[in-house]
């Protein structure tokens, strides 16, 4: 079995991305975390490349470019999670199903969110973001990418970018 590790995510159209990114840049330099790309993660956990080439490339094929909704903003004791924009679309929930069966082995599957800081539970300042106000009121989500996530965050790497499909 090998040691690395991979998760599909949903990345944000450029308009969107670059906004965001910029929220992330900002509360990293703030707290002095990692930088990260603006996605939402489908499922990780996948222990087979090729197997999630296939998913990205089902997903690219199958899935017309959507928007999500920002529902509202939650900070949890879990270091993916710390501070994070939860979402609504109908696409998410549509995906996992598919993902989770075709992946053959135990993925994690999480409530669509966009993630702004990624910090140690014990480390994070709740109250620090309480005037936090999202740059958008809702995401358009136009791209599925593969990408390794073995190892810390500053060594993931993307393998493979697809857009989604045109309504």
Known sequence: ????RFAIWWLLEEEHSDRYQLE???????FSTPLFLPHITVVSGIED????????????????RFDAKID???HR???YQSFFLHLRSATFHSTWARCKHAASSPVATY?????LLYQSPELFDHSAFSVFDPPTESITIDKVALFETSGVVETWQCI????LQNA
């Open 72 to 74: 509202k903003l939650e």
């Open 49 to 64: 490349k090729a197997i999630g080439r296939r998913l990205v490339d089902q997903l690219s094929e199958h899935t017309i």
């Open 160 to 163: 493979l970018t697809r857009d």
């Open 111 to 115: 409530e669509p969110h966009l993630s």
């Open 77 to 79: 004791a879990i270091y």
């Open 1 to 4: 079995m090998s040691n690395h």
């Open 24 to 30: 992330i840049n900002k509360l990293a330099e703030r």
